[in-house]
């Protein structure tokens, strides 16, 4: 297929060429040797990052495989929302449209946590000022911090994320938290035992199910930590008194619908 030197061929993905462009598939290119590789686009991002990026370098032949696999480089980087590519004549022009910026995360009806807990939380799944946003780094970000409330028992704490865009292609991200109640325990339950009654059981454990210092102790808030260490409790309390085939079945953590009661059963066989 011949082409004039001033043709303009695109490709995008992610993106629609306008029909009013003369634009072609860039897969319907002729190779050429590239003599020159021009960006477009760039606000933040450096050219060379663009550049070490690129499997086509000035004096190579450029071809149809070459260009896709341009693009899937660039995509990779994080740093796109849209990349495409144009050819003028034997120059090869990289046309792109950097995601706008973290500028800044608030947070608002938060009381339970330390503003700073949760910011170096989110820093942890990536997302911090000055990082580059996309949709799927704030649902990481909003399940980060539901599971920092369900580690302290706040099973009904609610995320509402809200990404407001700013000057110079920046967005602030507010999450906003209905922190709820504290699941407390309201029942343990032993099961399968015959030797010892369920109470004495019960009182080998951390975990209960309230009394006067509860507020202080926290030992009606669930803690898969906590409770581990009482069901090995559990279990050296029958090894020591001579019941070497003792094993814990299972345990169920069940919660009520309204997030805030627990129950916890486990079941074990004395052996």
Known sequence: MKHSNNRKLGVAWGALVST????LPAWAVDPFTVR??????????????????????VGDTYSDEKG??????????GLFSDVRLEVSGDVLVVIVEER????DVSFSGVKEFDNEVLRKALRDVGLTE???FDKALADRAEQELKRQYLSRSMY??????????????RVNINFSVAEGDVAKIKEIRIVGNQTFSESTLRDLFDLDTGGWLSWYTKSDQY????????LESLRSYYLTRGFLEFRIDSTQVAIAPGKDDMSITVNITEG
């Open 156 to 169: 009904a704490a609610q995320v509402t994320t809200t990404v407001t865009p700013i000057e110079r292609n």
């Open 130 to 132: 000055g990082r580059p």
């Open 100 to 103: 706008p910026s973290v500028a």
């Open 68 to 77: 896709s696999a341009a693009i899937r480089a660039l995509f990779g980087l």
């Open 223 to 230: 803690s898969r930590t906590k409770l581990n260490a009482d």
């Open 20 to 23: 009013l462009l003369t634009a």
């Open 36 to 57: 020159d590789i021009r960006v477009e686009g760039l606000q933040r991002v450096e050219p060379g990052t663009v550049f070490a990026s690129m499997p086509v370098r």
